[in-house]
């Protein structure tokens, strides 16, 4: 365990990275857990209104990203300092991107449909970062042979056909394939080959005089949507909590 540890996470430098997403992730989730206790009326929690107006946690979480992150950059991949940095850096990460939708928006929109972006965002940021830890970093390790570093030239090589293959996965619609494919190729491969989403760009521009090809599209996004959209919904009110329920419009009297 000690070897694995120190070849994995010591020498690459991937401790302050490690710390990064544990507070990261505990951050978001502590962070959920006191904002659902206070939509709840539940416990001493309370927003933050001074002078009528709320201050939302992103406020605090981007002077902690950007005060974690500049003093990371300075302190480098080791010591003390930089695992210091490094939490600090996950903190305000975690309470920016638990309102990522806020912003995307700009409205307050936590609570609502829009606010399940919130959710995806980290989920998303924390799995890319996990599999980056659970890696290795190429010109992170020390004495590197000739034969290593014609390895890497190869693993270069392969980092641009992958890139590629993002791209088309991204113009194709499937977002959430081409940023795992950063760090998967295999899966930025399977969105590159199959259809593109309706909407997307591809679509529009090579699917528009290919009917057959549009309806195909149009019948796997309709199976994909319905087969996943449950469950999605479920996972995302688990951990970010359900939104609030928009009530109906009364039935107009005829």
Known sequence: ?????????????????????????????????????????????????????????????????????????????????????????????????????????LDDVYWTEEGRQSVEVVVLTASLVLLVLAGFSPLGVDDVSDEEQQGRLGLIATYVINFCFVLISLFKGKLRMAVLGTLVPFVALVGAIRLARP??????????HRHRTRSRAMLRAYHHDVRWAGPRRKFQDLIGGAPDRVPLPPARKS
Request: hydrophobic share 55%.
């Open 1 to 105: 365990m000690g070897h694995w540890w120190h070849e994995n996470i010591a020498e690459p430098g991937k401790l302050p990275l490690l710390l990064a997403l544990a507070a990261f992730v505990l951050t978001f989730a502590i962070t959920r857990t006191i904002t659902r206790m206070i939509r709840a009326g539940k416990g001493p929690f309370r927003n933050i209104t001074p002078g009528g107006m709320h201050i939302h946690h992103v406020v605090p979480g981007v002077v902690l990203a950007v005060v974690g992150g500049f003093g990371a950059v300075a302190s480098g991949r080791h010591g003390v300092a930089a695992g210091i940095f490094a939490v600090i850096f996950g903190v305000g990460a975690g309470l920016v991107l638990d309102e990522f939708a806020l912003i995307l928006h």
């Open 199 to 208: 909407a997307s760009p591809w679509a529009r521009r090579f699917y528009r």
